[in-house]
């Protein structure tokens, strides 16, 4: 069956950065999109950022343009996000999830705090 694992949350502060990991099974990885979205305490899940099948594009929402940067390894069916300039705003849980499939992971939490 489908199974998404994502790692690599914790606690930074202001500034830093952090790198999450999203390993997929049960599905053929390398011809999906891959998505990153993101659920802070209280609020709707967002869209964060999307990778297409061969990485040749992707997008990112407003917020995080030119501080996240979205990146796949289809040969370990593994994605990632790096984040940089990390904000209290980015705290939240974060998930992946294959575009068109109705999977979620367990998601990693993202704390950013001084």
């Known amino acids: 069956q489908v199974q998404l694992v994502e790692s690599g949350g914790g606690l930074v502060q202001p500034g830093g950065s952090l790198r999450l990991s999203c390993v997929a099974s049960g599905f053929t990885f390398s011809t999906y999109a891959m998505k990153w979205y993101r659920q802070a305490p209280g609020k709707e899940r967002e869209f964060v950022a999307v990778i297409l099948s061969t990485a040749s594009i992707t997008n990112y929402a407003d917020s995080v343009k030119g501080r996240f940067t979205i990146s796949r390894d289809n040969a370990k069916n593994t994605m990632y996000l790096q984040m940089n300039s990390l904000k209290p705003e980015d705290t939240a849980v974060y998930y992946c999830?294959?575009?068109?499939?109705?999977?979620w992971g367990q998601g990693t939490q993202v704390t950013v705090s001084s």
């Open positions: 999830k294959a575009s068109g499939l109705a999977y």
